[in-house]
């Protein structure tokens, strides 16, 4: 994407070669700031404080996180603990296993002189891979745009719900709910984006509002109760989500609230899709509600919100009295059964076993 007339990727190596580069998302939209990783432990940090977040993104930190580690240390001891540290960052979404497993399963068999190189050139591999995926689920997903478009009588303007950012800030490049838009966008097709706000932390309102606006793309902030009223309007052509783990059976782990917004489309025969690279599906579970991990954060991002205040300074205040606890889920499921298709880059699938089998053969066990 452009960012300030420059093409821009969330995460990039360094021109030293071993430094790992990123955007601080937790300072957008008030401030663009790139922030050096050097260590196995900066990426940690990046992680966890979300300083990079969404899936994809999170997946090719830590790819970066374990050749920073082997940089460090690449002895056995060195491995393991870089794997079992970057692990522990989040629980949800499931890019970040599917990253470690994968380069544990590349570095393990190495010679320790030989694993740092081969840490960044599979890190790097795992950032250009995501790229051309999101770029091609980003076609698929401009085809179901053009179609509702068409089957519409070509409306002066296409109205997509989104919720959360599944932009290209939550993937190296591109994004997954996103991509289809910035596809259609360039296509020429007229479409507009209704951004849910996405409490508790915002990503609606920080990240997807300002990277469509970067990028030209009509959109308008609602807050997360107003989706079900524009529905039963007519004002919402189609929702299309991110997702942080999809099971083998196609049930969707989302951000909280992405259930909600699930039912209420089902309520009014409203097409609901969910956008996502192979590497976010979990083939080792079916049932999301069961067996998806939800974290769980800090209630202090319930009882308070941080935004720029009028002297211009990043500040947060109260909006609770301090004695009254809060709870801070921060995903949920919504059952494949709400869910009318699956866009990947192999195609859309079917929300279901057979449908996502159909498209991922190799992964039926
Ligand atoms: O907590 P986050 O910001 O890491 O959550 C990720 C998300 O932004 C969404 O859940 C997104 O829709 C899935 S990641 C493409």
């Known amino acids: ?25 937790t300072r957008l939209p008030h401030e663009f700031i790139i922030v050096e990783m050097k260590t196995m432990d900066d990426a940690a940090t990046a992680i966890s404080d979300m300083l990079v977040r969404g899936a994809p993104l999170i997946g090719a930190t830590a790819a970066y996180g374990m050749a920073l580690a082997m940089n460090n240390d690449s002895t056995d001891d060195g491995l393991k603990n870089a794997y079992d540290v970057l692990l522990a960052t989040r629980p949800t979404a499931v890019n970040l296993r599917w990253a470690l ?22 890190a790097a591999e795992i950032a250009d891979e995501d790229v051309e995926m999101c770029s091609s689920l980003g ?11 068409n089957d519409k009588g070509k409306p ?5 719900l989104t919720h959360c950012n599944a932009g290209w800030l939550a993937t190296v490049d591109w994004g997954t709910a996103m991509a289809p838009v910035y596809k259609a966008h360039d296509a020429g097709i007229p479409v507009h984006v209704w951004v849910d706000e996405t409490r508790p932390r915002n990503q609606g309102a920080s990240l997807t509002c300002w990277e469509l606006g970067q990028h030209g793309v009509p959109h308008t902030l609602i807050v997360d109760n107003v989706g079900g009223h524009l529905m039963q309007h007519g004002e919402v052509d189609v929702v299309i989500t991110g997702t942080d783990r999809t099971t083998a059976a196609g049930d969707v782990c989302n951000k909280i609230g992405t259930y909600l917004k699930a039912l209420a489309a089902a309520d009014n025969n409203v097409p609901f899709f969910v956008a996502l690279p192979g590497p976010t599906i979990d083939w080792t579970i079916l049932d999301g509600v069961a067996d998806v991990p939800i974290e769980q954060r800090d209630p202090q991002e319930v009882t308070h919100l941080t935004g720029l205040g009028s002297d211009g300074a990043i500040t947060t205040i109260a909006i609770a009295p301090p004695d009254s606890p809060a709870a801070n889920y921060a995903f949920d499921v919504t059952p494949a059964r709400l869910v009318t298709g699956l866009i990947t880059e192999r195609g859309v699938a079917q ?8 498209l991922y053969p190799e992964r039926v066990q």
């Open 351 to 358: 929300a279901s076993e057979e449908g996502l089998a159909a």
């Open 101 to 122: 497993d994968d380069l544990l399963a590349l570095l393990e068999p190495l010679d320790a002189g030989e694993r740092v190189a081969a840490a960044y050139t599979r």
């Open 156 to 160: 002066d303007r296409i109205n997509v």
């Open 139 to 149: 076609e698929h997903g401009r085809g179901i745009i053009e179609q509702i478009w």
């Open 1 to 25: 994407m452009i960012v300030n007339g420059k093409p821009q990727r969330t995460i990039w190596l360094g021109d030293d070669g071993v430094t790992v580069e990123i955007i601080d998302q």
